[in-house]
């Protein structure tokens, strides 16, 4: 588990936006769990599932 929060800012056009929140709404998700979630899956598929040991060196 992540001890630490970094804030990560990005545009994004406001119909995706709107989209998005929806489709977060009707999973019962957050906008921020749901990207935490796709970045924590990316890295996962790039680097492995022990992505998490790469770090604690």
Known sequence: M?????RLTLLIDPRKKA???Q???QE????SQ???QFIRD???QKTGK???EL???
């Open 2 to 6: 992540e001890q630490r929060t970094a």
């Open 42 to 44: 990316y890295i996962e």
């Open 34 to 36: 749901k990207v935490r």
């Open 19 to 21: 989209l998005f929140e």
């Open 50 to 52: 022990d992505w998490l």
């Open 28 to 31: 019962d998700v957050t906008p």
């Open 23 to 25: 489709l977060c709404a």
């Open 55 to 57: 770090d604690q060196d």
